[in-house]
């Protein structure tokens, strides 16, 4: 079965400084991963994917995230920290287009101003 | 605008009562997921559905069951409710195309209080 690990419950980080949240996975065949934001009292929004192809996927907000198969990650960055950025960040993984999405606990980014 | 509808924000029950949580996408979705959410345990799948009238199991099904009759709707059941089901109840959909619409669209949520 997959699982998707978060294994920072928070990250702290200065505005204008880059940020990475990291995750990690576990599937048995050819990963979709997924990044997911929250803002208070919301639903869950798409930030960007990874399907196939380039290994670095850039997505909503200035967003990116890179797709690592020998170390199973796909860390969200971004260059430049904004203090809007302070959200609850989710990395989620889906094995194959008829499968269940299973998402990590989710980590919680405050940029510092 | 892609949308996944879900009929309450807000909802207090009390326990042992039956609750109808009910989740509408607009997107022709095969897909369908419920799932909650809780402080330091993330989202955790209770039921998905790939069909009408298919559901599967996720991993918290105890204490829910799950309808779909349509294809644009798909209602999580709490039987029995209890206090340990007080939390934030979330639906999604997803299509099943090769590289569109593999990405999960999520509603507002539900905030449950069972008292």
């Known amino acids: 079965a997959q699982s998707v690990a978060q294994p920072e419950d928070q990250v702290n980080v200065a505005e204008g400084n880059p940020l990475t949240v990291k995750c990690t996975y576990s599937?048995?065949?050819?990963?979709?991963l997924f990044w997911y934001v929250q803002y208070p009292n919301r639903g869950l929004q798409f930030l960007l994917k990874?399907?196939?192809?380039?290994?670095l996927v850039k997505g909503s907000y200035g967003f990116e995230a890179e797709f690592n198969k020998s170390q199973t990650s796909f860390h969200l960055k971004k260059p430049s920290a904004l203090v809007s950025d302070s959200a609850l960040y989710f990395c989620?993984?889906?094995?194959?287009?008829?499968?269940?999405?299973?998402f990590g606990k989710g980590t919680r980014l405050h940029i510092l101003p | 605008d892609v949308k996944v509808t879900q009929s309450s924000r807000y909802l207090v029950k009390r326990t042992g009562e039956k609750v109808f949580l009910e989740c509408v996408q607009d997107?022709?979705?095969?897909?369908m997921f419920w799932y909650r959410q809780d402080p330091g345990l993330g989202l955790r799948l209770i039921y998905f559905?790939?069909?009408?009238?298919?559901?599967e199991k996720g991993d918290i099904p105890e204490g829910y069951s799950v309808s779909r009759e349509k294809k644009e709707r798909f209602s999580l059941i709490l039987e029995s409710a209890s206090t340990n089901q007080t939390s934030m109840y979330l639906c999604?959909?997803?299509?099943?195309?090769?590289?569109?619409?593999?990405?999960?669209?999520f509603g507002q949520g539900t905030r449950l209080t069972v008292v």
């Open positions: 559905s790939y069909d009408v009238k298919m559901k």
């Open positions: 997107m022709d979705h095969e897909n």
């Open positions: 599937v048995s065949g050819n990963p979709y």
């Open positions: 999604a959909s997803t299509g099943t195309g090769l590289t569109m619409n593999t990405e999960a669209f």
């Open positions: 990874y399907i196939t192809g380039d290994n």
């Open positions: 989620a993984v889906r094995e194959g287009r008829d499968d269940k999405i299973i």
